[in-house]
C-alpha cells in the first residue's frame, strides 16, 4: 500500500483566494483526520471521520475552513478565502479503527501551505 | 488552552547516552498516551503507546513511563542513536473517543 497520500506537497497562494488540500486515505481506513501543524500550537486535530461522516469539528478555526469525504477513498479541506495566518503545514492521517480502539494513525506526508 | 504540553522544544544527547523527554497534560480524563515521531518533511509515525492502566511500556530501546498522579508521561531512548534525531510529539486521547491530542513536540537532536 502506497500510505496516505496527501496533494498538492506544496502550495503557495495569494491572501484571498481558494485553496483545496486533498487526501486519499489508506485503503480500507475507516477513519480520517485532518490536522494542522504550527510552532506555536503543535499538531492541531481540525475534523475527523468516521465511514465518511463528520464526527467532531469543533477543531475548525472557522467558517473559512471546510472539509468533506464524498467517499471512503478521498477527502478534502478547503479554506475560502485563504489568510497569512493559515499557513502551516497540513497533515492528513487514517486509521483503521480509532484511537478509542487503540488503532494507530498514519499520516501523510502533508502539504506545506503559504498564503501570501 | 493547551491540554497536553512539552515544555522543552529541543534536546540533544550524546549518542549512546538516555535521552529523556517529557509531556504533561491536564485532562484527567485521559486514558491512552502515545509517541510519534517526525522527520523533516515526513508526516509523523507511531512510535509506542501506553494505558493508563500500566505505568510503564517498553519496546526494544524505546520505553514510556506514566504516572497518572502526576499527570506526566515521559519517553525513554536506551542507548540514543544519531538517527533517533527527530521531532518527538506526545498524544493523548480521552476513553471512547477517537480524538488525539498532541503536544507541540519536542526537538531531539543526537550527536556524536
Known amino acids: 500500500d502506497a500510505g496516505v497520500i496527501q496533494s498538492p506537497r506544496h502550495e503557495v497562494t495569494e491572501m484571498g483566494q481558494e485553496v483545496t488540500l486533498r487526501c486519499k486515505p489508506i485503503s480500507g481506513h475507516n477513519s480520517l483526520f485532518w490536522y494542522r501543524q504550527t510552532m506555536m500550537r503543535g499538531l492541531e486535530l481540525l475534523i475527523y471521520f468516521n465511514n465518511n461522516v463528520p464526527i467532531d469539528d469543533s477543531g475548525m478555526p472557522e467558517d473559512r475552513f471546510s472539509a468533506k469525504m464524498p467517499n471512503a477513498s478521498f477527502s478534502t479541506l478547503k479554506i475560502q478565502p485563504s489568510e497569512p495566518r493559515d499557513s502551516a503545514v497540513y497533515f492528513c492521517a487514517s486509521s483503521l479503527g480509532g484511537a478509542s480502539s487503540g488503532d494507530e494513525q498514519f499520516f501523510g506526508p502533508g502539504t506545506r501551505l503559504t498564503v501570501l | 488552552d493547551q491540554q497536553v504540553k512539552q515544555n522543552s522544544p529541543s534536546l540533544r544527547v550524546q549518542e549512546g547516552r538516555i535521552s529523556i523527554l517529557n509531556c504533561d497534560y491536564t485532562?484527567?480524563?485521559?486514558?491512552?498516551f502515545l509517541w510519534y515521531k517526525k522527520y523533516p518533511a515526513e508526516g509523523p509515525t507511531f512510535l509506542i503507546s501506553?494505558?493508563?492502566?500500566?505505568d510503564k511500556n517498553e519496546d526494544g530501546r524505546f520505553t514510556v513511563f506514566l504516572n497518572k498522579s502526576a499527570k506526566h508521561l515521559s519517553l525513554h531512548i536506551v542507548p540514543s542513536q544519531p538517527g533517533d534525531s527527530a521531532v518527538y510529539f506526545c498524544a493523548a486521547s480521552e476513553y471512547n473517543t477517537d480524538k488525539l491530542i498532541f503536544g507541540t513536540g519536542t526537538r531531539l537532536q543526537v550527536f556524536p
Open positions: 485532562n484527567s480524563m485521559f486514558d491512552y
Open positions: 501506553i494505558s493508563s492502566i500500566k
